[in-house]
């Protein structure tokens, strides 16, 4: 599946609502929606200039969503959904998640941290219609990259 919209993507994540991981991510169970916010608010926090890395934090349940069990087919088909919305970056950031193991990537790194504070901070992390002008700011720059290739 491909995403085609901004709006598309949205009512993905949307549907994440009340939808939860197993806990075999060190007991922590989550609610994705929630998850998916917080995560990507951590992000803002800690890198308020990169928004390719902050959506990456709110996309990243998206392969949870669409279905595969496995973790290696969920983080391929999160990867291939939004890669052409929101460009190669945020599909490799997510093809290489769950961020298992040693990652010598910065950008993953951070990532990880995210992740894991996502799953049990405590605070407030808005709604994800906050988010619309940061996924069509990333679509747009995509659009206008992939104009150029």
Do not use: I
């Not at 308020?48 to 973790?71: I, M």
Request: negative net charge; aromatic residues 4%; contains cysteine.
């Amino acid at each position: 599946m491909e995403l085609r919209g901004v709006e598309e993507l949205m009512d993905l994540l949307r549907a994440g609502r009340g939808v939860w991981d197993a806990p075999e991510h060190r007991g922590h169970g989550v609610d994705l929606h929630d998850h998916a916010l917080r995560t990507a608010a951590l992000l803002r926090r800690s890198h308020p200039a990169d928004k390719e890395l902050q959506v990456t934090g709110l996309v990243h349940p998206v392969g949870r969503l669409l279905g595969p069990v496995d973790v290696a087919g969920r983080a391929e088909c999160a990867a291939d959904a939004v890669r052409p919305l929101l460009g190669e970056r945020v599909a490799r950031l997510l093809r290489r998640y769950p961020w298992h193991g040693p990652a010598a990537d910065d950008d993953l790194l951070s990532l990880r941290q995210a992740d894991e504070d996502g799953r049990v901070a405590g605070f407030d992390a808005g709604v994800l219609e906050d988010w619309r002008t940061v996924l069509e700011l990333v679509a747009a720059r995509n659009a206008r990259l992939g104009a150029v290739d």
